[in-house]
């Protein structure tokens, strides 16, 4: 694979659903903002993938970050930086965008078999659980296994 070969990996909302028709099912779908990429991140994507076949992982745009109240100085990197790193990554299938404050219209866009967020969510509080549900899809809250945030690490490096 050449150096940009995973960055066809990224695709527009517009092209999701076409792209994902020729992935194997089933179907695992993720989101976040994978702002600072670490151990914790990998980790959990990882395990997401091994839910399913194929794994597409929407990401909240630069706007969605900072609605999310995580800071002024975030997202510290681009969405085209995030979703290129998460491209690049073995486990990761399809990467995509949203600018929503949630990710409904690109679950909807997939239909997933399965939806999956991090440990810190409840299964019935996930964005998605009815509609995925809906179709006879399941739910799941990965554990945290490292206990790793962008947070934390932009607070150790604060302090260095």
């Known amino acids: 694979m050449n150096a940009s070969a995973f960055e066809a990996k990224i695709v527009s909302p517009a092209e999701l659903p076409h792209r994902v028709a020729n992935l194997p099912h089933p179907l695992v779908f993720t989101n976040g ?6 151990r914790g991140h990998v980790t959990y994507l990882a395990q997401a993938r091994s839910l399913g076949a194929s794994l597409i992982v929407a990401v909240n745009t630069d706007a969605s970050v900072k609605r999310l109240g995580k800071g002024d100085e975030r997202p510290i990197n681009t969405l085209d930086d995030r979703m ?3 491209a690049a990554l073995a486990c990761v299938s399809l990467v995509t965008w949203f600018n929503e404050d949630t990710p409904l219209a690109r679950i909807l866009d997939c239909h997933p078999d399965v939806l999956v967020k991090g440990g810190d969510w ?6 998605g659980y009815n509609e995925v549900t809906g179709w006879g899809g399941s739910v799941h809250s990965i ?11 932009l607070e150790k490096i604060r302090r260095l």
């Open 33 to 38: 903002c994978f702002d600072i990429l670490h």
């Open 84 to 86: 290129a790193l998460l």
């Open 122 to 127: 409840p299964v019935e509080k996930i964005v």
């Open 143 to 153: 554990p945290f296994i490292h206990q790793k945030s962008t947070t934390a690490l």
